[in-house]
């Protein structure tokens, strides 16, 4: 399976941008049961954990991003998508989805995320 994300870009400060991730390779059976996560990574920091959504549908957010970004999903595309609303410059960074794995363990290797840069 390979996780490709895509949507970022250039946006200034207050701007929105919505982000995809498609798992190609994987089938509907295998991808709708995962709980699946947005994650970022700025350079030279670990990769947080940004937005997460079990196969229910239900959803949790790091507290930054709480009540700005929706991430949401379309199990027959097996696709994540993240919205971002009030993008601030602290937002600004490589943005990855890949399994919510509390134990650090994942059955996916990541991608190569998409950048988000978020201008002052």
């Known amino acids: 399976v390979q996780l490709q994300a895509s949507g970022g870009g250039l946006v200034q400060d207050g701007g929105s941008l919505r982000l995809s991730c498609v798992a190609y390779?994987?089938?509907?059976?295998?991808?709708?049961?995962?709980?699946m996560g947005w994650y970022r990574q700025v350079s030279g920091k670990e990769r947080e954990l940004v937005a997460r959504?079990?196969?229910?549908?239900?959803?949790e957010y790091a507290d930054s991003v709480k009540g700005r970004f929706a991430i949401s999903r379309d199990n027959s595309r097996k696709t994540v998508y993240l919205r971002m609303n009030s993008l601030k410059p602290v937002d600004t960074a490589n943005y990855y989805c890949?399994?919510?794995?509390?134990?650090?363990?994942?059955?996916?290797?990541w991608g190569q995320g998409t950048l988000v840069t978020v201008s002052s």
């Open positions: 959504i079990n196969s229910g549908g239900i959803a």
């Open positions: 890949n399994e919510y794995s509390p134990s650090g363990t994942y059955d996916w290797a």
């Open positions: 390779g994987s089938i509907f059976s295998v991808f709708q049961p995962k709980h």
